[in-house]
């Protein structure tokens, strides 16, 4: 398997559309979980729930297990081995993942976003550029809540995908939508785990958000980077 071309900012042209990733990729997840802990600790200590820190822990470590085997049908083995794992309820892991994940978070989003990225969306769809994004969770609200909008939105858990990354099912969804073939297409993501091998095996460039170099894989720092200059224009 081989990685598709790297690009180029000459290469811009030639790309129609540009597929984010959410989590890790448009917002500082180490920030946002910071913020998220404090939150999370004066719950415990308020109400007295100890439940909550092992569900979430237990949902996190099984989600990532299931998206390196590419379980099909991940949700209802995540919630089910979570609540075995918990010792809780299905409807208690349910409310729980809801409220922690999907939910408090949002308020909390806007200022976890990274610079550059209002500039950068905006100056794609100056370009004519479609944009979509690929998400392994629930992305419609926390894009309202980042202050940003795409053409296309596309979930693992969302119905005709039901696989986490990397397996190709969600970005195959996506580009057929966007009616794009894969030498017009970029990702652009902050784990080449995932959002890089789901790009390499479609034969999509695929950019990682990555202060480092990482072996082979075209890394960018920041949205304002050079590499993005062409689409920062006018």
């Not at 200590?45 to 439940?51: E, K, N, T």
């Not at 089910?80 to 918990?86: C, H, I, R």
């Not at 195959?172 to 993501?189: C, F, H, Q, T, Y």
């Amino acid at each position: 398997m081989t990685q598709a071309p790297r690009l180029r900012p000459s290469d811009w042209g030639a790309i129609e559309l540009v597929v984010f990733d959410v989590d890790g990729t448009l917002y500082n997840q180490r920030l946002l979980r910071a913020l998220m802990a404090r939150d999370l600790l004066f719950h415990i200590l308020a109400r007295g729930d100890f439940r909550v820190l092992p569900v979430l822990r237990a949902y996190r470590r099984i989600r990532e297990r299931l998206g390196d085997q590419e379980a099909a049908d991940f949700q209802r083995t995540l919630i089910s081995e979570t609540a075995a794992a918990a010792g809780v309820a299905l409807d208690y892991v349910l409310a729980t993942v809801k409220e922690w994940i999907e939910e408090r978070p949002l308020p909390y989003l806007a200022r976890s976003r990274y610079p550059g990225l209002v500039e950068l969306f905006s100056g794609l769809k100056r370009q004519g550029k479609t944009i979509g994004v690929l998400s392994d969770y629930p992305a419609q609200a926390k894009l309202a809540a980042l202050g940003l909008g795409a053409d296309h939105v596309v979930s693992a858990g969302d119905d005709g995908v039901g696989f986490l990354k990397p397996h190709t099912r969600g970005l195959e969804v996506l580009m057929a939508a966007a009616g794009v073939k894969a030498r017009s297409a970029l990702v652009i993501g902050d784990r080449v785990d995932r959002d890089g091998l789901v790009a390499q095996r479609m034969g999509v460039r695929a950019l990682i958000r990555s202060a480092r170099p990482i072996g082979e894989w075209q890394t960018f720092p920041r949205f304002d980077d050079s590499l993005f200059a062409p689409m920062l224009e006018g």
